[in-house]
């Protein structure tokens, strides 16, 4: 017979199942069906005329504006700090010429989609999380759905082709601000030569590079806005629950944003194998 310590921890055991791995899943599973739906209503409501522009158009501009300067200030220090370790690695191994196409590279490719995503994730996907989540207990949600209205139409929709925008516009933005601190710092402070930068990156960077950098831009921003949408709609428990499910929205992007890093990134070099320069 089981005694009742051990009752205790199965049933620990049992709910702390039920709480996080399963609440995960079904957390995913409905992230999933949200995006499913909103990429449906998109498609059918840009072939009716129906998409509400005027809406895309506000939350694209408070999206922006709640980004762009963060996102600017933090581009300078990664480019920077990307400039001076690369520069380190090629003196060390006598390559002071390929620092241009290290940092660059690594720029464009990994540091612009990154940090567009993470500042949109901690500062527009919050916002987003939080306004939807205070319509939810102040019982605008159910409202709109009693009158017949799709939520995910009306709400869903416009933040998601916004934050797709928004994603592209910050990604360029850090991909020119991350290069030419980059550019500026290896040339003035550690005293490289600019035409030496700037055509070894023009060497080793290709189109594909910066066709799979938009891609991950586009596939970032959606991801932002769903995560915060689906949370924002799920909140319960007043305004603490509004709080709960910031804190999630931003936790639960960024590990999203990585892990689909780590795939984009893995899948073009299998796809896309470089033999030479």
Not at 98 to 116: D, F, N, R
Not at 163 to 188: E, H, K, P, Q, R
Request: hydrophobic share 55%.
């Amino acid at each position: 017979m089981a005694t009742p310590a051990m009752s205790e921890i199965g049933g620990w055991a049992r709910g702390y199942l039920r709480r996080h791995p399963i609440a995960a899943l079904e957390t995913v599973g409905d992230q999933c069906i949200l995006g499913i739906r909103a990429v449906r209503y998109l498609i059918l409501d840009v072939l009716t005329l129906r998409f509400p522009f005027a809406e895309f158009v506000r939350q694209a501009a408070f999206m922006a504006s709640a980004s762009a300067l963060p996102t600017m200030f933090v581009a300078i220090p990664i480019g920077v700090t990307l400039s001076i370790q690369f520069g380190l690695l090629a003196g060390q191994v006598g390559a002071t010429s390929l620092a241009g196409a290290a940092s660059g590279l690594a720029v464009i490719k990994q540091g612009a989609p990154m940090v567009a995503a993470l500042l949109m994730a901690s500062a527009a996907g919050s916002a987003v999380c939080a306004d939807l989540g205070s319509r939810k207990i102040r019982d605008e949600i159910d409202a709109m759905e009693v009158m017949g209205l799709s939520v995910v139409r009306r709400l869903v929709v416009p933040r998601l082709v916004a934050a797709v925008v928004v994603g592209l516009a910050l990604t360029g933005l850090v991909c020119f601000v991350g290069f030419l601190s980059g550019y500026i710092f290896n040339t003035f402070v550690m005293n490289g030569t600019p035409g030496s930068f700037v055509s070894t990156f023009a060497s080793f960077a290709t189109v594909g590079d910066f066709v799979l950098t938009m891609i991950k831009a586009m596939v970032f921003g959606a991801i932002v806005a769903v995560v915060a949408c689906q949370k924002g709609l799920a909140t319960s428990g007043g305004p603490a629950g509004v709080a709960n499910s910031v804190n999630a929205t931003v936790v639960a992007s960024i590990l999203l944003l990585m892990t689909v890093n780590v795939v984009f990134t893995q899948l073009y070099v299998l796809m896309f194998p470089r033999t030479g320069f």
